[in-house]
């Protein structure tokens, strides 16, 4: 399936060899060390530090270096120094330093009464720099293993090879120069972006204004190649905003006058007091963790004071985390492809690159509407298990329900829709009907009885049989003084009422109208410009729709398992019929997720869950098939929109299902995923869609792959056709830069990156195939090319507003057969990439393939996923 005329692409990955490791130095603890530890406090609340991490940030800023210290209560498992904590830095440490640091940070550990345990049991023997790879070893197949923290700082040396030459971006711009950070990170911090936005706050109706910044940073991520047998460092760019206020704001970095070559980071808390307007505002701002005190303590001079606010730029930045910012996020394929071409030069190590096959990933032709239209609902509905479905547009203002009505009555050809009375139900197709409610008492925010409302009401009471209610919302976010009030949000309390009574229900905002429906968009700005230049009259503006209704109504008929045969035509499209499935299957999506809950005070401590849900989908042969769509539940497999509410007023997690291996929670979860393919019975090859959970399935993980458990593991033990592909899109999936030879035409500036076509690439890991499906973004399609056609350092003086919008990079997700089952590998990945090009219920696409997209949004739409931790979960 390889064929050379359709092009090469490159990414921003590069393999790795002795040369490029490497050295560092690394100082083990004895025996007596890791039992000191464990008798230290472990400090509670949601503003905690653990002790690791206040302590590496402390000898970070003291020392100036990347230090790590490997956590006493988690040793590495293999290498040299199994079982024992170990420090590693880039050069050698200052024993009489380390020492007096790790006496200061433990004497005001809070509940440990100034006790001093640990100084004296370190062991600081100096053996010298190490190469890096003599701390890696290959198993009797040439894998590569050894401790997880030599890959974490396996990018040190690459990054100081980078920091080490400036990055060209334009021959008219000085390079771009970049420094450490204690995370292993490169940050653009002498040079930051920067960029005004303007505009009148709604809650005081006052003109407002603020300067943002940002800067570019660059992540390296290490780890074995899918086979284990080489290693690649995936190099990624981001852009790191500067928060403008304190808000939500948990940590700085900072530019130490002492260590100025290495940019700290730290956490910070925030004491607030109200303003004379009535607003809060910072009153104190300070390091966390007792680091300042220790920095100074040290002889190292004091960490510069935190600034009360974020206005002017410092060197204490705080680190922005969620909400606008006058910078938008994205660095740019420009960007990506510039990085890549001097990280090649610099590192002298061509990248990975992905060759061209013939598998084309096609879609139907066609204007493909976000929803179910009429004509198709009958057969939807019957592969959803559904004889009636009702949808109830619940509303407040009136604004509100003529936008909605409006598109609706366009979308399926009924003017009356929008001057329907309310309360009046009108068929739309044959078993679904719509009605209009007005229910200010609902949707509007408080704490007051939402149920007894509902209870009351005949709307959201299913008729017999096989019926199903459904529910589009008009809602609002919160304002700031809502917010600080402690204002119940009403579409949070809505989910949880309306998932008790098995109905599915989608939110739409008045902050998502599109406003002017004879906008302009990029083409016909274009064909106007056109037309003046020829001297010609100007065509018409196309009503636009409004596309916010629209997927609004998509979701709502995909969250309810009410899904068309899109699918179907775009998995059995002609040009997929050397790699389409030759017989019928089951395609399942394994989606987990580890879930912290938020500290409250005064409750008690909840462990962290592994959020698992499965959905599967039947596929049929042929392309005018519709894919039966189930999810599991405590009861089974059921229709999707009946398992998902069972989801949705449940636990967001089960009991038993953790990462711990002392509490079994990895054999739960392995037991509970097979305990759900095995419901499916033995009757069709089952499909397993699933990305890396090491803890759980090792061998879904590159240095392991298809050697160690992957889902269904006792199914295929017992002879069950079961095939298992890894997906991945997230940090350690290469990212495309550029894509060389192939057909389409070129971009008229020979710098800028030309898109991947509608193919999947392939590379040969040492017989271990990775498969890319890339392709450019939704906003690149449509003609904003920004991003694509500069870096934000090289915008024009008039384009500099696009500071404000995205910058895209080529999408990208990557297919690995862990289990190929009876299949082909080009029938898994060709299915895989197709199910993804064409979304189940709207006309893009999806990250993931279409059943793991639906186990994640079950999972996302869950109304406890957003009371949790905002650290990795």
């Excluded at 406090?41 to 991490?53: F, L, S």
């Excluded at 890549?340 to 990248?351: K, N, Y």
């Excluded at 990305?691 to 759980?696: H, P």
């Excluded at 056609?789 to 507003?801: F, H, I, K, M, S």
Aim: proline share 8%.
């Amino acid at each position: 399936m390889v064929s050379d005329d359709r092009g090469r692409l490159f990414t921003l990955s590069f393999p790795l060899d002795d040369r490029l490791l490497g050295t560092v130095h690394v100082y083990p603890q004895d025996e007596a060390f890791a039992p000191a530890w464990r008798r230290l406090p472990r400090p509670r609340g949601k503003d905690a530090v653990q002790p690791i991490a206040s302590l590496q940030t402390a000898a970070r800023a003291v020392t100036g270096e990347r230090l790590v210290f490997t956590n006493p209560d988690r040793p590495a498992r293999t290498g040299r120094w199994a079982g024992r904590s170990v420090i590693v830095t880039p050069g050698p440490l200052d024993e009489a330093v380390v020492r007096t640091l790790m006496r200061e940070w433990e004497t005001r550990l809070e509940g440990h009464d100034g006790r001093d345990t640990l100084a004296a049991l370190l062991q600081l023997d100096n053996n010298g720099p190490q190469p890096l790879s003599s701390l890696l070893h290959r198993d009797t197949v040439g894998r590569i293993t050894g401790p997880r923290w030599v890959f974490r700082v396996a990018g040190w040396r690459l990054a100081g090879m980078l920091a080490a030459q400036p990055l060209p971006l334009d021959e008219t711009l000085p390079a771009l120069r970049f420094h450490l950070d204690s995370e292993g990170d490169l940050l653009a911090w002498q040079a930051p972006l920067v960029h005004e936005r303007k505009w009148i706050d709604e809650e005081s109706g006052k003109r407002r204004r603020v300067a943002g910044y940002a800067m570019e940073r660059i992540h390296i991520e290490v780890e074995p190649a899918p086979g284990g047998k080489t290693l690649l460092a995936h190099l990624s760019a981001r852009i790191s905003r500067v928060a403008t206020h304190y808000k939500g704001i948990r940590n700085v970095l900072l530019r130490h006058p002492v260590n100025p070559d290495i940019i700290l980071k730290a956490p910070i808390t925030t004491r607030w007091e109200k303003s004379p307007d009535g607003f809060m505002q910072p009153k104190e701002v300070r390091y966390r963790g007792a680091t300042a005190q220790i920095v100074e303590a040290c002889g190292v001079g004091r960490l510069p004071q935190p600034p009360l606010g974020l206005d002017e730029l410092t060197e204490v930045r705080g680190v922005h985390r969620t909400g606008k910012h006058p910078i938008d996020k994205g660095a740019g394929a420009m960007f990506h492809a510039r990085l890549e071409e001097h990280a090649t030069h610099v590192l002298g190590q061509e990248p990975v690159v992905y060759t061209g096959t013939a598998i084309k990933i096609s879609k139907p032709s066609g204007n493909l509407p976000p929803y179910v239209p009429a004509g198709k609902m009958a057969d939807a509905m019957a592969a959803a298990r559904l004889d009636a479905v009702r949808t109830v547009v619940l509303y407040e203002s009136a604004a509100w329900r003529t936008r909605v009505m409006g598109q609706l009555a366009r979308d399926y050809a009924r003017p009356e829709l929008a001057d329907l009375p309310d309360d009046q139900p009108v068929v739309l197709a044959p078993g679904y009907e719509l009605v209009a409610v007005r229910l200010p008492e609902l949707v509007r925010h408080g704490s007051h009885d939402r149920g007894l409302i509902l209870n009351s009401l005949p709307w959201f009471k299913p008729a017999a049989g096989r019926s199903l209610v459904t529910t589009l919302c008009e809602t609002r976010y919160l304002s700031e003084q809502e917010k600080e009030a402690g204002v119940t949000d009403a579409k949070h309390a809505l989910k949880g009422l309306f998932a008790q009574r098995g109905i599915p229900s989608q939110f739409i905002t008045m902050d998502s109208d599109p406003g002017d429906p004879y906008r302009l968009n990029t083409p016909e700005k274009v064909a106007r410009s056109r037309a003046r230049k020829a001297g010609l009259p100007e065509p018409d503006a196309a009503y636009k729709d409004d596309h916010a209704v629209q997927i609004g109504l998509g979701s709502l008929h995909c969250d309810s398992g009410i899904i068309d045969n899109r699918l179907a035509a775009t998995a059995f499209h002609r040009n997929a019929r050397e790699t389409a499935l030759h017989r019928e299957a089951v395609a399942v999506g394994l989606w987990t997720r580890h879930h912290r809950f938020t500290e409250r005070p005064g409750r008690p401590r909840k462990p962290a869950v592994l959020a698992v849900t499965l959905v599967a989908m039947r596929i049929p042969l042929g392309e005018d098939a519709y894919w039966p769509t189930a999810m599991y539940s405590e009861r089974g497999w059921l229709p999707l929109a009946q398992a998902r509410a069972l989801h949705h007023a449940g636990p967001i997690g089960m009991r038993g299902h953790h990462l711990r291996d002392d509490h079994g929670g990895p054999d739960n979860v392995r037991a509970y995923v097979d305990g759900a393919l095995a419901a499916l019975r033995n009757q069709f090859p089952i499909i397993v869609f699933a990305e890396e959970r090491e803890r759980i399935w090792p061998g879904l993980c590159n240095d392991r792959l298809g050697d160690g458990p992957v889902p269904g593991q006792s199914l295929i033990a017992q002879g069950w056709d079961v095939a298992v592909v890894r997906v991945g899109n997230g940090q350690g999936t290469p990212q495309p830069s550029r894509r060389t030879g192939g057909g389409g035409k070129l971009p008229d500036n020979p710098l800028q990156p030309v898109m991947p076509e509608k193919i999947l690439y392939r590379h040969d890991h040492g017989g271990v195939v990775s498969w890319m499906f890339s392709g450019q973004s939704r906003q690149h399609a449509g003609g904003q090319r920004t991003g694509t056609q500069y870096t934000r350092r090289t915008l024009p003086g008039g384009q500099l507003a696009q500071m404000s919008a995205p910058f895209h990079a080529m999408t990208r997700t990557e297919y690995v057969i862990a289990h190929p089952g009876g299949w082909r590998e080009e029938q898994l990945a060709g299915l895989a990439a197709r199910s993804s090009e064409q979304a189940a219920m709207w006309d893009g696409r999806t990250n993931l393939p279409a059943p793991l997209h639906l186990a994640k949004s079950a999972d996302e739409k869950h109304p406890k996923f957003g009371e949790q931790e905002d650290f990795g979960a």
